[in-house]
């Protein structure tokens, strides 16, 4: 247990679908991250919110929308998903500042788009 | 182009040193080399994180060259539970926008 919770843990939706992805974190860090996990390629970074602002963009095309109301909760609005965005979607928190930081990651959304 | 690079897999057995090293070229001054490891089915968990020199903890050490260059994760003495996936994070110019994971290693630990 890492203190970083995601709901739901699996879930199948077609093309034409809305679903959302959520993130609680129980740690009182302030930065919270959504990364993407492809079979056989490293993680990549989608999005960073830092005190619930924002902060990065790593060009992720607009079907995916994410949504930070408080910096104890993260959501990832998903809307018209391709095949290819079939993965494992983590997130993870950190406490920014101070020069080092560890980030905690939940155990995963594996997302299928059929 | 920012680019952090692992081998793919390592083969070891138990009560052996186990050493995997990340190589970041463009890494600079300030940024920090942090190691995760990976069991399936789970999010990464922090190992390790340094800066320079050497760092070590209850479960592993860090070497880092006095170049930058390259990363060194040590595992003393593994067991079959130490069977995962290991990734080398830089946080490449001290921004949190520049995270680039490794690509990973696959490491296989032999009774």
């Known amino acids: 247990e890492t203190g970083v919770t995601q709901t739901p843990r699996h879930l199948v939706m077609g093309m034409t679908n809305k679903k959302s992805l959520k993130c609680e974190q129980h740690l009182g860090h302030n930065a919270m991250y959504w990364y993407k996990q492809s079979a056989k390629k490293p993680l990549e970074l989608m999005f960073v919110?830092?005190?619930?602002?924002?902060?990065e963009n790593n060009s992720v095309p607009s079907r995916f929308s994410p949504e930070c109301p408080n910096s104890s909760h993260l959501f990832l609005h998903l809307h018209t998903l391709q095949p290819e965005d079939s993965a494992l979607y983590l997130c993870?928190?950190?406490?920014?500042?101070?020069?080092?930081?560890?980030?905690?990651f939940g155990p995963g959304t594996r997302l299928t788009v059929t | 182009l920012a680019k952090t690079t692992q081998p793919i897999s390592m083969d070891s057995y138990e009560g052996q040193e186990v050493n995997i090293t990340c190589s970041h070229n463009n890494i600079a001054t300030n940024d920090y080399i942090t190691w995760y490891q990976q069991f399936p089915s789970q999010g990464p968990r922090f190992i390790i994180q340094g800066y320079k020199t050497k760092v070590t903890n209850e479960v592993a050490s860090l070497f880092i060259p006095a170049d930058r260059k390259s990363s060194t994760l040590s595992l003393p003495r593994v067991s079959l539970s130490d069977t995962a996936v290991y990734y080398c994070l830089v946080e490449y110019g001290g921004a949190t926008n520049k995270l680039i994971f490794g690509t990973g290693t696959l490491l296989a630990v032999q009774p």
């Open positions: 919110y830092n005190f619930k602002e924002q902060t």
């Open positions: 993870a928190s950190s406490q920014e500042g101070g020069g080092t930081y560890e980030q905690y």
